[in-house]
């Protein structure tokens, strides 16, 4: 079996400007000693980028952007390119949440779209995936679940997909404190590496990390990360405060 780095990562969302995005990253800095055997990356909005680089030179924390357009430059007046996230220090970018999805109709071809322009500036994506409350009741899950991921890997090669990462968020489990039990989201999981083995092959889907994002806290990391599966946590809400977060980082 492979052996895969656990990742925390934490989602700002639209929160923090740069003095309190200062404030966070040292208190966590303060609270996180330098870990080996786990990556951390927080993402703060695009305005925060260069202040929370500036303040984790130096640190094993690593930065990542929550978006990105898939040029590289042009007339895409409001947008953002991995080039220019790059060069602000970013190592990682989440792709297609369920908040761009739903808010900005964002659709599976832009996240493949997406999802191949981060690789080829050299960041990593954190591609999410997820059913809204509507599609678990149905009987939908695995089914959209399978969908989004195969869509948004759409003519990518093995080795593009051994280096990314995906998270499940399961749509009703964002912000709302009813967190995914961690059987569920084990039995997503294993359909999303399923998917991913189909796709490549046992080898590389074994490689790909995945993350469970969705009302992450401290008192329910453990039992999350238990599971098989479960590779990381994509942390919203709990990633602002800085015990909270890591806490979670130190999942046990
Ligand atoms: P939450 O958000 O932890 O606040 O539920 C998770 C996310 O949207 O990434």
Same mark, same amino acid.
């Given at each position: 079996?492979?052996?895969?780095?656990?990742?925390?990562?934490?989602?700002? +969302?639209?929160?923090?400007?740069?003095? %309190?995005?200062?404030?966070? *990253?040292?208190?966590?800095?303060?609270?996180?000693?330098?870990?080996?055997?786990?990556e951390?990356?927080?993402?703060?909005?695009?305005? &925060?980028?260069?202040?929370?680089?500036?303040?984790?030179?130096?640190?094993?924390?690593?930065?990542?952007?929550?978006?990105?357009?898939?040029?590289? $430059?042009?007339?895409? !007046?409001?947008?953002?390119?991995?080039?220019?996230? +790059?060069?602000?220090?970013?190592?990682?970018?989440?792709? =297609?949440?369920?908040?761009?999805? $739903?808010?900005?109709?964002e659709?599976? %071809?832009?996240? &493949?779209? +997406?999802?191949?322009?981060?690789?080829?500036?050299?960041?990593?994506?954190?591609?999410?995936? =997820?059913? !809204?409350l509507?599609?678990?009741?149905?009987?939908?899950t695995? =089914?959209?679940?399978?969908? $989004?991921?195969?869509?948004? *890997?759409?003519?990518? &090669?093995?080795?593009?997909?051994?280096?990314?990462?995906? &998270?499940?968020?399961?749509?009703?489990?964002? #912000?709302?404190?009813?967190?995914?039990?961690? %059987?569920?989201?084990?039995?997503?999981? !294993?359909?999303?590496?399923?998917?991913?083995?189909?796709? !490549?092959?046992?080898?590389?889907?074994?490689?790909?990390?995945?993350?469970?994002?969705?009302?992450?806290?401290?008192?329910?990391?453990?039992?999350?990360?238990?599971?098989?599966?479960?590779? #990381?946590?994509?942390?919203?809400g709990?990633?602002?405060?800085?015990?909270?977060?890591?806490?979670?980082?130190?999942?046990?």
């Amino acid at each position: 079996m492979a052996v895969r780095r656990p990742l925390i990562a934490g989602n700002w +969302k639209m929160h923090c400007a740069r003095p %309190e995005a200062e404030r966070l *990253l040292l208190a966590l800095k303060g609270q996180i000693a330098d870990l080996t055997d786990r990556e951390v990356v927080v993402a703060p909005p695009f305005t &925060a980028l260069e202040t929370a680089g500036r303040v984790l030179a130096g640190s094993s924390i690593r930065l990542g952007a929550q978006n990105l357009h898939w040029e590289p $430059q042009g007339a895409f !007046t409001g947008e953002v390119s991995g080039a220019m996230l +790059k060069e602000l220090g970013c190592s990682h970018v989440i792709v =297609g949440h369920s908040e761009r999805r $739903q808010y900005f109709a964002e659709t599976d %071809e832009q996240v &493949a779209r +997406k999802v191949k322009a981060a690789q080829r500036e050299g960041l990593i994506p954190i591609m999410c995936v =997820g059913e !809204t409350l509507e599609e678990r009741e149905r009987g939908d899950t695995l =089914g959209v679940i399978r969908r $989004q991921t195969q869509a948004g *890997l759409q003519g990518q &090669a093995k080795d593009a997909i051994a280096l990314l990462v995906i &998270a499940y968020e399961p749509v009703w489990a964002i #912000g709302t404190g009813r967190t995914a039990t961690p %059987e569920q989201a084990q039995e997503v999981h !294993t359909a999303i590496r399923a998917t991913l083995a189909a796709l !490549t092959d046992q080898a590389t889907a074994a490689a790909v990390r995945i993350l469970y994002g969705g009302s992450v806290k401290a008192d329910n990391v453990d039992a999350l990360m238990a599971q098989a599966d479960i590779d #990381g946590a994509l942390v919203g809400g709990a990633s602002l405060q800085a015990e909270a977060f890591a806490r979670i980082v130190q999942f046990r």
